[in-house]
């Protein structure tokens, strides 16, 4: 039965870490699989659309993301990689792990991602928007970097349109 974790907040040791590739053996562990399904509880019920291990204290490349939208489904993602990034863009961006506070940072619109799905298959994600930003997002995490480490203005969520910036993109 998965079950919300904590999430880890700016000051944890554990997510300026970067996080270790995981192995064939961990995916196919009932405990990982645990991980993955507790990971996606976690972040819908948060709310946000992509969360990373590291911000539920495990130090490992994987995270999950479900934009909600038509084009995308719900994905997980293990030892990921950026194999293309188009055009950069500024956007208004907040953290799960920085709660109540947004910037404004710079992203590539278009990115395309590959890495393991699930059970270990090969996969590669591609897309723009929040999609693209949200990749880019959990990726620095896995880096053990927070967006406010390169975000500029980083101030409290005060407006409507502040408090809906993606969190944890």
Same mark, same amino acid.
């Given at each position: 039965?998965? #079950? ?9 040791? &554990?997510? +300026? +870490?970067?996080? *270790? ?7 196919? !562990? %009932?405990?990982? @699989? @645990?991980?993955?399904? !507790?990971?996606?509880?976690?972040? +819908?019920?948060?709310?946000? &659309?992509?969360?990373?291990?590291? @911000?539920?204290?495990?130090?490992? @490349? ?5 934009? *909600?939208?038509? $084009? ?13 990034? /188009? ?13 109540? #506070?947004?910037? /404004?940072?710079? +992203?590539?619109?278009? &990115? ?8 270990? $298959?090969?996969?590669?994600? /591609? ?19 927070? #967006?406010? !480490? ?15 910036? %993606? $969190?944890? &993109?």
């Amino acid at each position: 039965m998965p #079950y919300k974790r904590a999430i880890l907040t700016d000051g944890d040791p &554990v997510l +300026r +870490r970067v996080a *270790k590739r995981v192995t064939a053996e961990e995916i196919a !562990d %009932p405990l990982f @699989q @645990q991980l993955i399904d !507790d990971m996606f509880v976690t972040m +819908r019920e948060a709310p946000g &659309v992509g969360l990373a291990a590291p @911000q539920v204290g495990v130090s490992k @490349q994987l995270f999950v993301i479900d934009v *909600k939208d038509e $084009e995308h489904e719900p994905a997980v993602v293990i030892n990921p990689k950026v194999v293309s990034a /188009e055009e950069e863009v500024e956007l208004t961006e907040g953290c799960l792990s920085v709660p109540g #506070y947004v910037g /404004e940072i710079t +992203r590539f619109a278009h &990115v395309a991602v590959t890495g393991l799905g699930r059970h270990g $298959e090969r996969i590669r994600l /591609e897309g723009d928007g929040l999609f693209a930003q949200c990749l880019q997002h959990e990726i620095d995490h896995l880096r053990g970097r927070l #967006y406010k !480490d390169r975000a500029r203005n980083v101030r409290p969520s005060v407006t409507e349109e502040e408090h809906d910036a %993606p $969190e944890s &993109v």
